[in-house]
């Protein structure tokens, strides 16, 4: 299996790890679990799950690093600092991450972002924010609405922008109509241990049910109480729905 690694910086200074699994397919930009880096996927058996699909053609993983320790897990920092801090990785991802995935795989290639936990929330807020550039993200184990994660402080406009539990109940009109024919999300979760004190397990189904009330293209699959926030259910999962959004 080809794959390589590269040292990425954008232009507010900040920089980044991004290993790259594949010839050709579609490409994925793949968000690591919280203060994972972008050798995460294949050290925890993810890479090695959909490697038939990226030997036969038909899909390529950009996996990047978190700047998360910075950010969203930078707890001695109110919520609105780190939304605000978050502002930062957002750039890499667009200024640095992006062109370099479009020059690999072709400027016309349609981009998806997948992740799992903390991962799965940059994805989709990713998706929402810049559906032009990813127009399908695959969550699994998501939780999507920072306001109840361990935060303090007043919140304003950067994490309201950042909240796609918030922003999402709020779209209409013709930006609306867009996103309905732009985006496909996929939302996974289980019922097992650990999905219900990292929130996912309140939050999927909430974001699943606020997607349907807009007539967002979705899907949504709840494992049972023997599916904890982990690995082996994560391979288990991606290895189910991951060839439905890929080109045959």
């Not at 032009?132 to 007043?154: I, K, Q, V």
Request: hydrophobic share 40%; aromatic share 12%.
């Amino acid at each position: 299996m080809r794959h390589y690694s590269v040292q990425l910086e954008a232009s507010n200074g900040a920089s980044g790890t991004v290993a790259v699994y594949g010839h050709y397919g579609k490409p994925l930009v793949v968000f690591p679990t919280e203060g994972g880096n972008a050798w995460e996927w294949a050290d925890n058996g993810m890479v090695g799950t959909v490697e038939p699909l990226i030997e036969a053609g038909r899909l390529k993983l950009y996996c990047v690093d978190s700047f998360d320790d910075g950010t969203w897990s930078a707890h001695h920092l109110p919520l609105e600092e780190r939304a605000r801090m978050h502002a930062g990785y957002e750039t890499w991802i667009l200024e640095s991450v992006v062109p370099h995935v479009l020059q690999d795989s072709g400027d016309d290639a349609e981009l998806g972002a997948i992740g799992c936990s903390l991962g799965a929330y940059h994805a989709l807020n990713f998706a929402f924010r810049r559906a032009d550039l990813f127009p399908l993200a695959l969550c699994f184990s998501g939780n999507y609405d920072p306001a109840t994660w361990n935060g303090w402080g007043e919140r304003g406009d950067a994490v309201y922008f950042n909240n796609p539990a918030e922003y999402v109940a709020n779209l209409h009109g013709d930006h609306l109509d867009w996103l309905r024919e732009r985006l496909t999300i996929l939302l996974v979760c289980g019922q097992g241990q650990w999905e219900d004190t990292t929130g996912a397990l309140a939050s999927s189904p909430k974001m699943a049910a606020l997607l349907a009330e807009k007539g967002i293209r979705h899907e949504f699959d709840f494992w049972g109480a023997d599916t904890p926030h982990d690995w082996p259910s994560w391979r288990s999962q991606l290895a189910k729905h991951i060839g439905h959004y890929l080109p045959s």
